[in-house]
């Protein structure tokens, strides 16, 4: 099975599994084609914990689910140094925490303080973790898919943006059409039948994708041709969200702070996995388009004019890809 054979079938089996959000299924296979970390939001009863592990059971992968709750600790997820007495001499001995995982779940991340979600900032972005002096690397298939809820206030601490900025795409699910809807409840029936051993699920059969097509299939993607053209446009949207005037009076008063040199690296792998995906051997400007939404809405800090006149952040990121052109 080639690379871009495994990866379809990946992508079947979670839709197959999570009925209506084919959009957002791609957006999560592009983050582990980009080999990066995805912040999924939504409200509550949308799937974001069992998209996480539609996607874990298609792997030959181990997933780590972490809980986050106000009374968590750092060292609860990175894990520390435990003493042992051994023939009657101590001795620290690092237990690893449940960070150390290939896909991590960090459900409902926004119910901790900002001391243990900053716990992850070292293995989001320099792939170890650090504890007592000593520097322990993660798998080298590791990726965190973080959920938060945006209604629910209390309780919840807002991520900060430092970790905010580590996370390559954030995708906002939203509610299932009608139709999509009724299929949701159709395939739960047939997953209750399952259970009681009077069928086997779907998924049961499917055999699983190994870890060496992902990286496979990242190999291919590296070898993605980009254009000095589409350099300079994924340059130019990124300054745009920084030197909003140049461009546009109305993005100036929208915009408080624009995207970090992280926003352009993060648009430029997401486009050259996007056109991966759809078959192409080079990235054209509509798959910077299509990743800008996701790539981009969460490193823009919005003025308060922005919110009094009822804008959110897709709202001044589809601005921006209005108001700055192609270049030639």
């Known amino acids: 099975m080639s690379p871009r054979e495994a990866i379809a079938a990946l992508q079947q089996h979670v839709e197959r599994s999570i009925k209506g959000q084919g959009d957002v299924i791609r957006q999560i296979v592009i983050g582990l084609l980009a080999n990066?970390?995805?912040?999924?939001?939504?409200?509550?009863?949308?799937?974001?914990?069992?998209?996480?592990?539609?996607?874990?059971?298609?792997?030959?992968?181990?997933?780590?689910?972490?809980?986050?709750?106000?009374?968590?600790?750092?060292?609860?997820?990175?894990?520390?140094?435990?003493?042992?007495?051994?023939?009657?001499?101590n001795s620290l001995r690092f237990q690893p925490g449940p960070v150390f995982g290939n896909l991590i779940l960090a459900d409902e991340i926004n119910r901790a303080p900002a001391k243990v979600q900053s716990a992850l900032l070292e293995a989001m972005e320099e792939r170890q973790v650090s504890v007592g002096g000593?520097?322990?690397?993660?798998?080298?298939?590791?990726?965190?898919?973080?959920?938060?809820?945006?209604?629910?206030?209390?309780?919840?601490?807002?991520?900060?943006?430092?970790?905010?900025?580590?996370f390559l795409m954030k995708v906002l699910i939203t509610y299932p059409a009608a139709g999509d809807e009724r299929d949701v409840l159709r395939l739960v029936r047939g997953e209750e039948i399952g259970s009681t051993g009077a069928r086997a699920t779907p998924h049961e059969a499917q055999a699983k994708v190994p870890?060496?097509?992902?990286?496979?299939?990242r190999e291919e993607i590296h070898g993605i041709h980009v254009a000095d053209a589409i350099d300079r446009y994924i340059i130019d949207l990124v300054n745009a969200s920084r030197t909003p005037a140049r461009f546009d009076a109305e993005?100036?008063?929208?915009?408080?702070?624009?995207?970090?040199?992280?926003?352009?690296?993060?648009?430029?792998?997401?486009?050259?996995?996007?056109?991966?995906?759809?078959?192409?051997d080079h990235v054209t400007p509509d798959d910077v388009r299509a990743m800008a939404l996701p790539t981009l809405r969460h490193r823009l800090i919005l003025s308060y004019d922005a919110s009094a006149d009822g804008l959110d952040a897709d709202a001044v990121v589809n601005k921006l890809v209005e108001v700055v052109a192609v270049p030639a």
């Open 134 to 166: 000593t520097t322990h690397p993660m798998p080298a298939l590791f990726m965190v898919l973080a959920t938060q809820n945006p209604i629910e206030q209390e309780g919840t601490y807002p991520l900060p943006e430092a970790q905010m900025d580590r």
């Open 36 to 89: 990066g970390h995805l912040l999924l939001e939504s409200v509550p009863g949308l799937a974001k914990t069992r998209m996480v592990k539609s996607v874990a059971a298609s792997l030959d992968a181990q997933m780590r689910r972490i809980q986050f709750t106000p009374d968590l600790l750092p060292a609860d997820i990175t894990g520390s140094d435990i003493l042992y007495q051994d023939a009657g001499k």
């Open 211 to 217: 870890q060496a097509a992902i990286f496979a299939a």
């Open 251 to 280: 993005l100036a008063k929208w915009i408080a702070l624009g995207a970090s040199p992280r926003g352009g690296i993060a648009l430029d792998r997401a486009a050259r996995a996007n056109a991966w995906l759809a078959g192409r």
